[in-house]
């Protein structure tokens, strides 16, 4: 784990400024229009300024939280949210298995958490929920009963994307309106396209593909998210790798962070994640760092959550 993280550059937070709001400026200087009205204007602007110098720090959505039932004890929902809230987490994708754990944070945070349901009830489901039909009842239980953003995240590979429990989980995502959460590779994605071709989907980990084929996925489907949890290949030591660069200038909109707490322990690597990942967005232009920080997750999980009702 250490090395996946090792890089510890000196951080280079401090010229991460939040943008100071146009609207605000603009609507103040077409009420003055005067010599006075400008100055006012400025010295709006530079209170600004170094309200964001004090407070610089970039906001993360993080679209790979799990909140599983071996983690309730360890941390009891008020200091996950706690914990949240120290790494600088403006917004989370929270899943859990079982799906109580989601509903445990959401009702400790809404305005924090957005539920996302897992087709798990407990670890060690990930490999065996494909062919075991339980998981359909509960599943159909749970969207009755609570709102989500997405189903996910789940794992499928290959031909099995098209087993019938996946596809019956695909036929209620498109019922209640849901994102896909895939922790997939290429094939099952395509698969998961085939069965519903209007699909938004949040491909987990960036299928843990070479940058080129992310972009080629990403090309082909204008409906295919990426979040990059566990992986470190992209960013290092404040720096971002080259082609991963490419595929961020390619397609702002589509990437967002993840820390992804498969385990308990991994709680406690939440606030480290946020700011490492700090460091090499820093090193993008501010524009795209900002959208994979926060920016995209806002609009494609939050604002189609927030739309529901
Ligand atoms: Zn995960």
């Given at each position: ?11 280079p ?7 100071i709001?146009?609207t605000?400026l603009?609507a103040?200087a ?11 204007v ?5 209170m600004l300024?170094s309200t ?6 970039l906001?993360?959505?993080d679209?790979h939280?799990h909140?599983?039932?071996?983690a309730?004890d360890?941390f009891p ?6 914990l949240?809230r120290k790494?600088?987490?403006?917004r989370?994708?929270v ?6 754990g ?9 305005e924090l958490i ?5 087709p798990?009830?407990?670890r060690?489901?990930t490999?065996t ?16 009963k609570f709102?989500?953003?997405a189903?996910g995240?789940?794992?499928?590979y290959?031909?099995d ?6 596809r ?6 498109r019922q209640?309106g849901?994102?896909l959460?895939?922790?997939?590779d290429a ?8 069965q ?6 949040l ?17 082909r489907?204008r ?6 949890a566990?992986?470190s290949?992209?960013g ?6 080259r ?5 961020f200038v390619?397609f ?5 962070l ?9 709680w406690?690597?939440v606030?480290e994640?946020?700011?490492?990942s700090?460091?090499?967005?820093a090193d ?6 900002e959208?994979?920080?926060?920016k995209?997750g806002e609009e494609v999980?939050a604002?189609?959550f927030?739309g529901?009702?």
């Open positions: 784990m250490s090395r996946r993280f090792g890089g510890r550059a000196r951080d937070d401090g010229d991460a400024l939040p943008a709001p146009a605000r603009g103040v077409g009420k003055q229009g005067t010599e006075a009205g400008m100055r006012k400025l010295a709006i602007a530079a300024w964001a110098l004090a407070g610089a720090e906001p993360v959505f679209a939280i909140y599983s039932h071996d309730w360890m929902p008020k200091e996950a949210i706690a949240l790494a600088g987490v403006r989370a994708l899943s859990s298995s079982n799906d109580e989601t509903q445990k944070l959401y009702a400790e945070a809404p957005v539920p996302e349901l897992r798990y009830r407990a060690g489901e490999g929920w494909v062919r075991d039909q339980s998981v359909i009842g509960y599943l159909e239980e749970r969207l009755r709102r989500y953003a189903i995240e789940f794992h499928l290959g031909a994307a098209d087993l019938p429990v996946p019956r989980m695909v036929e209620l995502a209640y849901l994102m959460h895939a922790h997939s094939e099952a994605i395509e698969r998961l396209f085939r519903w071709p209007q699909a938004r989907i491909w987990a980990h960036a299928g843990f593909e070479q940058p080129a084929k992310v972009r080629e996925m990403l090309r489907y409906n295919l998210w990426a979040d990059l566990f992986r290949d992209h290092s030591s404040g720096k971002v790798d082609a991963w660069r490419e595929a390619e702002p909109d589509r990437f967002m993840g820390t992804d707490t498969y385990t308990p322990e991994r406690n690597f606030p994640h946020a700011a490492w700090r460091r090499w967005l993008l232009p501010r524009e795209i760092a959208r994979i920080a926060w995209n999980i604002g189609a927030a529901q009702h």
